[in-house]
């Protein structure tokens, strides 16, 4: 079955301390997206690729990196420079598709706790 | 720029009863709108969408149509469950590299 698969589900880690979110996805899409997610609120654009070797900054990059080297990966790394970084993090994806309206598909998410 | 507002929750109602929850829209263009919903511990899932003024999106039960002269996307189920307890965001996608903004959600409980 297609999808996307975000690893591990629960990730704990000391301040100070750099952390990668995996995220892969076996969808052939284009186009993959990082958001933040916080108790009570929305969801917060990190950072998104509309292709291989490019990224852009969404609303609330700072603190975060990616890399797209792959079409099906699109890794997450929490810097120590993120200021509150416990949170639930979610990786989307979309075929870049005017017909489709540009539809996410999303993965189970990555709860980050940062003690 | 583009945004999303829908009603805060959360929304208690028993099982059985109509489901209403409001959202509308600020968007230059033609957007197409969305919503996705969140069950406890989980990603979101695409309920149902809409790409075009006055198109119906459904599914599972649940359905809401686009309208341009209101700018809104309200959601209504005729009967709910208490399986459909879960947080239920609208969206709309701006086609600015696909980005997609999404409203702040709206939690519903549905009580048995």
């Known amino acids: 079955d297609g999808g996307i698969t975000q690893s591990p589900k629960y990730l704990f880690r000391k301040e100070g301390q750099n952390v990668t979110l995996s995220c892969e996805q076996n969808?052939?899409?284009?186009?993959m997206y990082w958001y933040r997610q916080d108790p009570g609120q929305g969801l917060r654009l990190i950072y998104y690729?509309?292709?291989?070797?490019?990224?852009q900054k969404g609303d609330i990059a700072e603190g975060y990196s990616v890399s797209r080297e792959k079409k099906e990966s699109f890794p997450l790394t929490v810097t120590s420079a993120q200021k509150n970084p416990t949170a639930f993090y979610l990786c989307?994806?979309?075929?870049?598709?005017?017909?489709?309206?540009?539809?996410?598909?999303f993965g189970p998410g990555t709860r980050l706790t940062v003690t | 720029g583009d945004s999303v507002t829908q009603m805060e929750g959360p929304v208690t109602l028993s099982e059985e009863a109509f489901l209403t929850i409001n959202c509308t829209y600020t968007?230059?263009?033609?957007?197409?709108l969305f919503w996705y919903v969140q069950y406890p511990g989980e990603g979101l899932q695409l309920l149902l969408k809409?790409?075009?003024?006055?198109d119906k999106g459904s599914n599972k039960g649940f359905e809401a149509t686009y309208r341009k002269e209101t700018t809104s996307f309200h959601l209504e189920k005729g009967s709910v469950q208490v399986s459909d307890s879960a947080v239920y965001f609208c969206?709309?996608?701006?086609?600015?590299?696909?980005?997609?903004?999404f409203g702040k959600g709206t939690r519903l409980h549905i009580l048995p």
């Open positions: 989307a994806s979309s075929a870049g598709q005017i017909r489709e309206g540009y539809e996410q598909y």
């Open positions: 969808l052939n899409h284009d186009a």
């Open positions: 690729s509309q292709i291989v070797n490019d990224f």
């Open positions: 968007a230059t263009g033609y957007p197409s």
């Open positions: 809409a790409t075009k003024a006055d």
């Open positions: 969206a709309l996608s701006t086609y600015l590299g696909g980005k997609i903004i």
